[in-house]
């Protein structure tokens, strides 16, 4: 199949899709706002660190005129079949929806849009969004675009991997938006299959839907992980013994929920849905950071004057990602209660750390500190040996991924969530 794709948006999931469907045979133009990313592209470097697969495919992409990029999203649309969004949508400090990226990407599309090319949003977006907010701003002398959502269904780090394991999920406004949307997604993809879903609202809604339910579930855990350590249970314990049980899914408790996503969705139901649930699981995974905190003062009798080590700023383990990181939350918690907190990221450099109002500590062991708080586990961390910790006397394990009996046998307390 012979078509040109546009792809608006190379940031980490953007440029990924941009090489997937170079690796098809699709002849791709990414678009970007970002003139020293389209740079960095066109001259051949992968601007994202950390993603499997990505700089092969990147490289094989431009090596095989497959793929350009380009800050003139106009006119990359003005030769497009099929145009790709994926720009972020976050929250305003009012947490409410911020549409000023998508708002853009839009005008900049319609500068270039022709009949007959076909608008994919995949950027996760609140219901109605593709109908009503993209749509209309595409329209045309009262002349329907061709239109579907499509929300991107994948995680960092392993995106090639999920694009080929999981359906891809597509609603259409209209027959002949989905005809070109299931021969555009059957060229460009290895997916297991096309679910399509009866309308762009439902496909937007199904994508809020997952997420919710995995902070929920979330939140859950944690809920059962604070009764857990009143009662002297080891929850991790209880978890994995409930979910024996085929109808038991509980996720794993611990110092919070980060990430572009989870914590963002339950924000974007209407604040009059009369959803409860997803934002006092908000609230809950919130208030995880200061719980764990709670727990290590409690431990040391007293946090004012202590120095706190938190190890990693990500908010998942090997993904160079700090987006509504717990570290943020937990490093807020401890000046509050008179603490210096210190905090070490093999994946970013102490500027970036200290760009974000955060203590970097050169390396490890630090000079001192009198406790250490795991909030992202990394691969780098395995070698670790907590007994050249000068001064520690407590790991606060936030993620419940380290060996009790290590930390114990380097002569400190150890703490967990629900242990």
């Not at 609603?171 to 299931?182: R, V």
Request: glycine share 8%.
């Amino acid at each position: 199949m012979s078509v040109a794709v546009a792809v608006v948006g190379l940031g980490k999931i953007g440029l990924t899709l941009a090489a997937q469907y170079a690796s098809r045979g699709l002849s791709v133009i990414g678009c970007d706002i970002n003139a020293a990313l389209v740079e960095s592209v066109n001259g051949g470097h992968c601007p994202v660190d950390g993603e499997e697969e990505l700089e092969e495919r990147l490289a094989n992409a431009l090596r095989d005129e497959r793929l350009t990029a380009t800050v003139d999203t106009a006119a990359a649309v003005a030769t497009s079949d099929v145009v790709v969004v994926i720009v972020p949508v976050g929250l305003t400090g009012e947490q409410t929806p911020d549409f000023t990226h998508l708002d853009a990407a839009i005008a900049d599309i319609a500068g270039g849009l022709r009949p007959g090319t076909l608008v994919v949003v995949e950027t996760t977006v609140p219901v109605g969004t593709t109908r009503n907010r993209v749509g209309e701003a595409l329209m045309n002398e009262d002349q329907p675009p061709l239109l579907a959502a499509s929300p991107e269904r994948v995680s960092s780090g392993h995106i090639f991997r999920d694009l080929r394991s999981y359906p891809k999920v597509i609603g259409a406004i209209d027959e002949a938006s989905w005809t070109k949307a299931e021969a555009f997604y059957s060229a460009a993809l290895e997916a297991p299959s096309l679910l399509r879903v009866r309308d762009p609202e439902t496909a937007e809604f199904s994508k809020l839907a997952e997420g919710i339910y995995r902070d929920v579930n979330i939140a859950l855990a944690d809920e059962l992980a604070r009764y857990a350590d009143a009662a002297g249970i080891d929850v991790i314990e209880a978890i994995d013994a409930a979910n024996s049980q085929p109808y038991s899914h509980l996720h794993q408790p611990g110092v919070g929920v980060g990430g572009h996503c989870l914590p963002v969705y339950p924000y974007f139901l209407p604040k009059d849905s009369g959803a409860k649930l997803p934002l006092a699981a908000r609230e809950i995974n919130d208030g995880m950071a200061a719980y764990g905190v709670s727990k290590l003062e409690q431990a040391l009798g007293s946090l004012k004057g202590a120095t706190v080590l938190v190890l990693g700023l990500a908010y998942r383990p090997n993904v160079k990602e700090a987006s509504h990181s717990s570290a943020l939350l937990i490093t807020e918690a401890l000046r509050a209660r008179g603490a210096t907190a210190l905090i070490h990221d093999p994946l970013y450099s102490d500027a970036e750390l200290a760009a974000l109002g955060l203590k970097p500590v050169a390396g490890l062991p630090p000079e001192h500190t009198d406790a250490v708080i795991v909030q992202a586990w990394h691969d780098a961390y395995d070698d670790l040996d907590f007994a050249t910790f000068s001064g520690c006397k407590v790991v606060l394990d936030g993620r419940n991924a380290l060996d009790r009996a290590r930390v114990e046998a380097a002569g400190m307390r150890y703490l967990g969530i629900g242990r």
